[in-house]
């Protein structure tokens, strides 16, 4: 392994957060005044918890998450749930507080939102940015993932949400300038509801510069969901000899880690510019989370938009922390609780309610009828999972079969199913294209 946790990893962070000089940009954020109050959701999309130096990988150091976390009465956690595998129903789940098969926002559907097929929010829940404007917040949000759009629901109740033209164009100092041009226009005498979203983990991944320490010159970028020639397609399809195979899989994980500290150096940007105008000072509290993981060779499968709920696609960082200590978290913390503490700071009267909702349509339109699988939390302990044609309780070693599961998680699978086969595959299809998951 590449792993050397010293001096290679100071030169990787120089390389990594040293582009900006925060003070150079022409945005200056307001001075809160008297009435001012933060509440932030910070999004890292696409950040899995086991490849953070936060949760205990070595070769990626995570300053910002572990800072976030070391503040007074900050809660953290390495046994983040995302709500869903993919990014529209996560970001659903988050804003209402509501799991995917409650408040409907996923993939398919009929409703035409510029890329056809996704089924948006629906106007019935109510969101955070909807929840903070009635009670008079400005409403302020920033989006490097172009999912989290007006046209699917998500931009509800802000009176501002900023979206990046394309996946991967607002990386690291483009990410900080777009939020301090729009920071900049805030009333400092009002509190501010702010959403921000971190693409920088999520594909198109960039590059490993050569000379990188802890990376080498294989460690290239790659587009495996764009290219059914390359080597990730035939890593999944089983085409690959076994030492191949496990080439293959570092590749793709050195590129992803390095993906992973450019998240974690933009996470730094942005609450250095929090911390430096003054806006975590007085009352202020933030959650950062991610909306999912990514699969990294796990039996052979890549990428999110899964139904294979392994750990790597729903295992995500959790952290917590405000002007109040944070309350203990539980042994899972998810969508539900996230939405809690940014509401009211409390987790009383908020049972454990975080769960994962797979998409078995997904596995459809990608190819992978093969690998039925589904994951759902129902309560702290236990989590059924089902993957090629076998049940496991707990992660995918203890295996237990499906029909012994309660009565009320094979009924969500059985619901969950049918919607998938109702969709319009054709739409489908192409919405899958406008976001960049097929060819
Ligand atoms: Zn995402």
Not at 58 to 73: K, M, N, Q, Y
Not at 108 to 126: I, K
Request: aromatic content about 8%.
């Amino acid at each position: 392994m590449l792993v050397n946790r010293t001096a290679p990893l100071a030169a990787l962070l120089v390389a990594v957060t040293g582009v900006f000089v925060w003070s150079q940009l022409p945005y200056r954020l307001p001075s809160p005044g008297e009435d001012f109050e933060l509440v932030a959701l910070v999004v890292l999309d696409n950040v899995r918890a086991d490849r953070t130096g936060l949760c205990g990988h070595a070769r990626v150091p995570t300053p910002a998450l572990e800072d976030a976390c070391s503040r007074p009465g900050a809660a953290c956690s390495c046994a983040g749930v995302s709500p869903a595998p993919w990014t529209l129903a996560s970001h659903a789940s988050y804003f209402t507080g509501l799991p995917v098969h409650e408040h409907g926002a996923d993939i398919g559907g009929s409703v035409s939102v510029g890329f056809s097929t996704a089924r948006p929010l629906s106007d019935d829940p109510e969101t955070l940015a909807e929840h903070f404007r009635a009670r008079g917040f400005q409403t302020l949000g920033i989006s490097a993932n172009p999912v989290v759009s007006p046209e699917t629901g998500l931009a509800r109740g802000f009176d501002e949400l900023k979206v990046a033209p394309a996946f991967g164009s607002w990386r690291e100092g483009l990410l900080e300038e777009e939020l301090r041009e729009l920071l900049s226009r805030a009333d400092g005498d009002k509190p501010v509801f702010l959403f921000v979203n971190i693409i920088d983990a999520h594909e198109p991944w960039p590059p490993v510069p050569a000379g990188t320490p802890g990376f080498d010159a294989a460690h290239e970028a790659v587009f495996y969901k764009h290219d059914e020639d390359a080597l990730p397609w035939t890593l999944m399809n089983g085409h690959l000899s076994a030492d191949a195979a496990d080439a293959e899989k570092e590749r793709i994980r050195a590129v992803y880690d390095y993906a992973v500290a450019h998240a974690d150096g933009t996470l730094g940007r942005v609450l250095g510019a929090l911390d430096g105008a003054g806006w975590t000072e007085g009352r202020h509290r933030v959650v950062i989370t991610s909306d999912h993981g990514e699969l990294l060779g796990e039996e052979e499968l890549l990428g999110h938009t899964t139904p294979v709920m392994f750990d790597g696609v729903v295992g995500v960082p959790f952290v917590a922390f405000g002007s109040e200590p944070a309350p203990a978290l539980p042994s899972r913390v998810g969508a539900t609780e996230a939405h809690a503490l940014l509401v009211d700071w409390s987790l009383a009267g908020h049972p454990v309610a975080s769960e994962a909702t797979p998409n078995p349509g997904f596995s459809k339109r990608l190819g992978w009828e093969v690998h039925p699988g589904a994951a759902v939390w129902l309560d702290e302990d236990t989590k059924w999972l089902s993957h090629r044609g076998e049940a496991y309780l707990g992660d995918h070693s203890a295996a237990r079969p499906l029909d012994e599961a309660p009565e009320a998680l094979r009924e969500r699978l059985d619901a969950l199913r049918s919607l998938a086969s109702d969709e319009d595959e054709s739409g489908a299809t192409d919405h899958l294209r406008a976001l960049g998951y097929l060819e």
